[in-house]
Nanobody, 122 residues
Framework: QVQLVESGGGLVQAGGSLRLSCAASGRTFSSYAAGWFRQAPGKEREFVAAISWTGTSWTYADSVKGRFIISRDNAKKTVYLQMNSLKPEDTGVYYC???????????????WGQGTQVTVSS
């Protein structure tokens, strides 16, 4: 498994932008699919975006399509989530996740970071 550490969360007004980063350790990270999930207060954790280990394929939750962009830099062992046009409903703790295998089966991520808080004010 890899170890994941998120950063970049904070407080932003609706319509604003944030970029989250996820730094990974472990030699095998470049072969891992990566993803972002979030959990709002009182709700279950939900999928946000995932990217293949090559960085050339990705998938998004319908709620963030056209607003969020997932990317990765394997040389830096870092995954990013650029969040634009933020809405109050985007508020939550954002978690970075990783796994070996395909990126599109979002139920099987098994390495998790500790999370970073994102708060969007109206």
């Amino acid at each position: 498994q890899v170890q994941l550490v998120e950063s970049g969360g904070g407080l932003v007004q609706a319509g604003g932008s944030l970029r989250l980063s996820c730094a990974a350790s472990g030699r095998t990270f470049s072969s891992y699919a990566a993803g972002w999930f979030r959990q709002a207060p009182g709700k279950e954790r939900e999928f946000v975006a995932a990217i293949s280990w090559t960085g050339t394929s990705w998938t998004y939750a319908d709620s963030v399509k056209g607003r969020f962009i997932i990317s990765r830099d394997n040389a830096k062992k870092t995954v990013y989530l650029q969040m634009n046009s933020l809405k109050p409903e985007d508020t939550g703790v954002y978690y970075c996740a990783g796994k070996q295998g395909n990126y599109y089966d979002t139920r099987t991520f098994d390495s998790w970071g500790q999370g970073t808080q994102v708060t969007v004010s109206s």
